[in-house]
């Protein structure tokens, strides 16, 4: 099976102010320069940002090079990416009419619109998939994008995730923010699109409902046998690493999300996988609406650590993305 690499990694986060400081958290000009970006959405400068440092390039540079552009694939998760886009040509359409609406600012309204710009902006012709699931499109984004590379579909894929958090975000606890990596086929493109060396290595992912049971908690069955899927995608038992847990939802799934976490820790010991910080438990809130399962995939990926990154929805839609660390002497590098 083609292993899968982690090339480069990159994101842009607003977090919660503590300075009282009323100004915006994000300012294109440092990270997209000063023109070509004034009637792009925030959620495209967020995403723009993010993927360009995945890549090691800046806006406004030539395409990244190693790579066909027939092999070069883009792949965006979003939540709420044009939810106040819509918004505001709502009110601006039944106030004032068509007429209140620039003909630049129209593309913004279609959800493929952050993606195709980064399509665009880095020459990808192989590809731009833009998937709209809640919570979990992220790392929905990173499991497309390996399946791509693993049937021969493109060579280098950028996984991304940008949300606008919608207006009432205050009250809801949520965040702007975007992210990306980028993956590429081992044997067939190492070494591309800037990045110096591999940071880790994808061994799968996976996408599972889990119904409620009758008294609102999860199926019991169902439960145990995703809890064995996500297990599974973890280094076979034996080596020296302990695999870090990490598993995301709104604050409205944390009880199924806690049960998920014990359950897949269970499945884990009875594989004779050792879970890092075992003790701590707990869960991540996605803050950051579909980004936040990709954020929590970058800090293991950067640090070079075994990992289970986990995102749930409210619904009951998990979806599961396992990386170890690169062994810089193995077979995917000749």
Same mark, same amino acid.
């Given at each position: 099976?083609?292993?899968?690499?982690?090339?480069?990694?990159?994101?842009?986060?607003?977090?919660?102010?503590?300075?009282? *400081? $009323?100004?915006?958290?994000?300012?294109?000009?440092?990270?997209?320069?000063?023109?070509?970006?004034?009637?792009?959405?925030?959620?495209?400068?967020?995403?723009?940002?993010?993927?360009?440092?995945?890549?090691?390039?800046?806006?406004? *540079?030539? $395409?990244?090079?190693?790579?066909?552009?027939?092999?070069?694939?883009?792949?965006?998760?979003?939540?709420?990416?044009?939810?106040?886009?819509?918004?505001?040509?709502?009110?601006?359409? !039944?106030?004032?009419?068509?007429?209140?609406? @620039?003909?630049?600012?129209?593309?913004?309204?279609?959800?493929?619109?952050?993606?195709?710009?980064?399509?665009?902006?880095?020459?990808?012709?192989?590809? @731009?998939?833009?998937?709209?699931?809640?919570?979990? +499109?992220?790392?929905?984004?990173?499991?497309?994008?390996?399946?791509?590379?693993?049937?021969?579909?493109?060579?280098?894929?950028?996984?991304?995730?940008?949300?606008?958090?919608?207006? *009432?975000?205050?009250?809801?606890?949520?965040?702007?923010?975007?992210?990306?990596?980028?993956?590429?086929?081992?044997?067939?493109?190492?070494?591309?699109?800037?990045? &110096?060396?591999?940071?880790?290595?994808? &061994?799968?992912?996976?996408?599972?409902?889990?119904? %409620?049971?009758?008294?609102?908690?999860?199926? %019991?069955? +169902?439960?145990?046998? @995703?809890?064995?899927?996500?297990?599974?995608?973890?280094?076979?038992?034996?080596? &020296?690493?302990?695999?870090?847990?990490?598993?995301?939802?709104?604050?409205?799934?944390?009880?199924?999300?806690?049960?998920?976490?014990?359950?897949? +820790?269970?499945?884990?010991?009875?594989?004779?996988?050792?879970?890092?910080?075992?003790?701590?438990?707990? !869960?991540?809130?996605?803050?950051?609406?579909?980004?936040?399962?990709?954020?929590?995939?970058?800090?293991?990926?950067?640090?070079?650590?075994?990992?289970?990154?986990? @995102?749930?929805?409210?619904?009951?839609?998990?979806?599961?993305?396992?990386?170890?660390?690169?062994?810089?002497?193995?077979?995917?590098?000749?």
């Amino acid at each position: 099976m083609t292993a899968v690499l982690i090339t480069g990694v990159g994101a842009v986060a607003e977090e919660p102010r503590t300075d009282g *400081d $009323p100004g915006p958290w994000f300012d294109p000009a440092a990270h997209l320069g000063r023109r070509g970006w004034k009637y792009f959405t925030p959620a495209t400068r967020y995403l723009l940002a993010a993927a360009n440092e995945a890549l090691g390039r800046r806006h406004d *540079d030539p $395409p990244p090079a190693g790579v066909a552009a027939e092999r070069f694939g883009v792949v965006t998760g979003t939540q709420y990416a044009i939810a106040r886009v819509h918004r505001r040509m709502d009110t601006v359409l !039944t106030g004032e009419g068509v007429h209140g609406i @620039s003909p630049a600012e129209v593309p913004g309204f279609s959800m493929n619109t952050p993606g195709s710009q980064l399509a665009i902006s880095t020459g990808a012709r192989a590809f @731009s998939v833009t998937l709209t699931n809640p919570v979990t +499109a992220g790392l929905e984004a990173v499991q497309f994008a390996v399946t791509a590379l693993r049937t021969g579909r493109a060579d280098v894929v950028v996984a991304a995730a940008a949300d606008q958090a919608p207006e *009432d975000h205050g009250a809801r606890g949520e965040y702007d923010a975007a992210a990306a990596v980028v993956l590429s086929a081992g044997g067939r493109a190492s070494g591309t699109a800037g990045a &110096t060396r591999p940071l880790a290595t994808v &061994t799968g992912g996976i996408s599972r409902f889990l119904p %409620p049971g009758p008294a609102g908690d999860l199926d %019991p069955a +169902a439960l145990d046998r @995703s809890a064995a899927r996500v297990a599974a995608l973890a280094p076979s038992p034996g080596g &020296t690493d302990a695999v870090r847990l990490l598993v995301g939802a709104p604050p409205a799934a944390a009880q199924h999300a806690a049960a998920v976490r014990d359950a897949v +820790a269970e499945a884990l010991a009875d594989r004779g996988v050792p879970v890092r910080d075992a003790d701590a438990g707990g !869960t991540r809130p996605a803050r950051h609406c579909a980004v936040s399962g990709l954020l929590d995939l970058i800090g293991p990926a950067r640090a070079g650590e075994t990992a289970l990154v986990l @995102s749930i929805s409210e619904l009951g839609h998990l979806t599961a993305i396992g990386i170890h660390r690169a062994d810089p002497v193995g077979p995917e590098f000749i």
